[in-house]
């Protein structure tokens, strides 16, 4: 999987993810803002972390941060299979 294709993946995983009820297109800068962490951010926890940060900060609603991990270790293994497919 190419760096492109994973941002896809990543981006549609991130759409359908709807943690505050608000519909999936609610959340086109905070998708934007996450793929981005996730580029920079390679633990679960911290990762998490982050992308609660970025909905709080959006919405002024903290989303639970187990809620925050579990999409994280999503993110980061479409992350690492993209690499892992570069190598």
């Known amino acids: 999987m190419e760096q492109k294709e994973a941002n896809l993946f990543m981006i549609e995983l991130l759409s359908e ?16 803002d996450c793929i981005q962490a996730v580029h ?15 909905y709080e900060f959006s919405f002024e609603e903290v989303i639970p941060l187990k809620e925050c991990e579990k999409i994280a270790k999503k993110l980061l293994a479409i992350k690492k299979n993209a690499s892992c497919q570069l190598l």
């Open 17 to 32: 993810w709807d943690p505050l009820q608000l519909g999936n297109d609610a959340y086109e800068l905070e998708i934007v």
């Open 40 to 54: 920079t951010i390679d633990h679960p926890l911290q990762l998490a972390r982050k992308i609660q940060s970025i």
